[in-house]
């Protein structure tokens, strides 16, 4: 899979061990930035990723903030990206299986390197279970995502 990544000054200082986990478990990273700890604003990191991700040009994302509720509001606003904040290696794959996450949202002022890329790896190696009782929840909120993104 290719998988962007994208964050701010803030969430810079796990990026390294995000695309670490990436590259490990065989995946292809587009790395949007921020590339430094200049301060930037998580916004304009968070749309970028998620534009690829509309664009096709990658699978899924990887997006980090300071706390990852900036980013995970932003792209949640973006129609097709299903974007969670995530604090545990449960949630990073449990958001997939049930969900059909396609962004995972991490704090890294929150987290470390190390629980980053166990994340990283679980939310990777997670596949949407085929189910009725997930598709039938998964259906509803793409209807409300149609009735409010007009």
């Known amino acids: 899979m290719r998988i962007v990544v ?3 000054h803030a969430g810079f200082t796990i990026k390294d061990a995000v695309v670490e986990a990436i590259k490990s478990e065989g995946h292809e990273v587009l790395d949007m930035g ?3 700890k200049d301060r930037v604003d998580f916004p304009d990191f968070a749309e970028k990723a998620g534009r690829v991700i509309i ?3 990658a699978e899924r994302g990887v997006v980090i903030c300071g706390s990852g509720i900036g980013v995970n509001i932003t792209l949640n606003k973006m129609k097709g ?3 969670s904040l995530c604090m545990d290696t ?3 794959h449990q958001g997939v299986e049930h969900d059909d996450m396609n962004v995972l949202c991490l704090g890294g002022q929150i987290i470390g390197p190390e629980l980053a890329k166990e994340m990283v790896r679980s939310f990777l190696n ?3 279970i085929d189910l009725d009782r997930y598709n039938n929840r998964i259906n509803k909120f793409k209807a409300i995502e149609n ?3 007009k």
Do not use: L, P, Q
Request: net charge negative.
């Open 6 to 8: 994208a964050c701010d």
């Open 34 to 36: 921020t590339f430094n």
């Open 55 to 57: 664009r096709g040009e």
């Open 81 to 83: 990206i299903y974007a």
């Open 90 to 92: 449960y949630s990073a």
């Open 126 to 128: 997670a596949k949407h």
């Open 147 to 149: 009735e409010f993104f």
